[in-house]
């Protein structure tokens, strides 16, 4: 797959069932992949990394390459976050300490724009790509992880020193090889940016209403009420993106709805994050799309609404 090219260095800054997951697959791959992690550093670093996979079956990674610091990780070629978006302009230092000269930065992240804050805490050198995860996963307890269906990542250029589109297809075409050598879907999208739109026509009615509903996709498909108000708030979403100017496929809406229903019971990850009293993504997910449609002249109400309602739980959850 590789061929001869000299195996890439691989960070996980963020070691959470993202970060957690992708890392085990890279490893097991035979990778040579560090680990980042906070709170969760000794647990991992005496007992490894588990992850409980539908599709793949039980996985342990033991003995894990885990740091509780980045100025103690070798220099990495490809570094991956992630960490939640509201930590965003705190990752900085964790990513220059870690990243080698010309390190490729691969953001996991949800939401619109969340490139662009950390960008511009990063020196030009280091190159900012996007990714995005198709796949039902959430940590379990203390590097315990379930991964219960999906996987896919979709990895886009957003920045940095690519002399030129044919220059950042390169390094976009080596980060989808990575997850391909470990058995993972992935493909390169030409625009970053309309693909972010896209994957928000998922994540703005479940993750919302999970958490506003206190409900997982199967109760929330399986109620007309809350069925209509999904297909309403993935309208809305299209509407947004084609009002910036960004292409939604026909029918992808109703593709997404289909896909759900027949995925299994699923918990978004802001619902996990509320269940832990964690501060909710809504800045990322509906704050900086909401703006950005309200630039391009769209209101989008029902959103607004969501938005507002989520805000209001948020701050009195933490």
Same mark, same amino acid.
């Given at each position: ?78 570094? +991956?976050? %992630? /960490?939640? !978006? #509201?930590?965003?302009?705190?990752? =900085? ?6 990243? @080698?000269?010309? $390190? ?107 958490? +506003?509903? %206190? /409900?997982? !996709? #199967?109760?929330?498909?399986?109620? =007309? ?6 297909? @309403?708030?993935? $309208? ?83």
């Amino acid at each position: 797959m590789m061929g001869t090219i000299a195996r890439p260095t691989i960070g996980i800054i963020g070691t959470g069932a993202i970060g957690g997951f992708y890392g085990v697959m890279l490893a097991r791959a035979g990778f040579d992949v560090h680990f980042l992690l906070r709170s969760e550093f000794s647990a991992v670093a005496e007992h490894g990394l588990q992850v409980d996979s539908a599709p793949f079956g039980a996985m342990t990674l033991n003995p894990v390459q885990a740091y509780s610091n980045a100025a103690d990780m070798p220099p990495c070629d490809w570094l +991956l976050v %992630g /960490a939640k !978006t #509201t930590s965003n302009a705190d990752l =900085a230092p964790a990513i220059l300490a870690a990243a @080698a000269p010309g $390190a490729k930065v691969l953001l996991l992240q949800n939401g619109l724009d969340v490139e662009d804050s950390l960008r511009e805490l990063l020196p030009d050198s280091l190159h900012v790509l996007g990714g995005l995860c198709y796949i039902c996963v959430h940590r379990e307890g203390p590097g315990v992880i379930t991964h219960q269906a999906l996987g896919a990542v979709h990895v886009g250029y957003h920045s940095g020193s690519a002399a030129d589109e044919a220059a950042s297809k390169v390094i976009v075409e080596e980060g989808v090889s990575l997850f391909r050598a470990a058995g993972i879907d992935s493909q390169a999208m030409a625009n970053l940016h309309q693909a972010r739109w896209q994957k928000l026509v998922w994540n703005i009615p479940y993750n919302g209403l999970s958490v +506003l509903l %206190g /409900a997982s !996709t #199967t109760p929330l498909m399986a109620n =007309a009420d809350s069925r209509e108000l999904i297909k @309403a708030l993935m $309208a809305e979403v299209v509407q947004g993106a084609i009002a910036c100017g960004h292409d939604v496929p026909a029918g992808y809406a109703e593709h997404l709805f289909m896909v759900t229903e027949k995925m299994p019971d699923y918990w978004p990850s802001m619902y996990h994050d509320y269940l832990h009293k964690r501060p909710l993504e809504l800045d990322a997910i509906y704050g900086k799309p909401l703006a950005a449609a309200k630039a391009a002249g769209c209101e989008l109400p029902r959103i607004e609404a969501l938005y507002r309602s989520l805000s209001f739980i948020d701050r009195r959850n933490t």
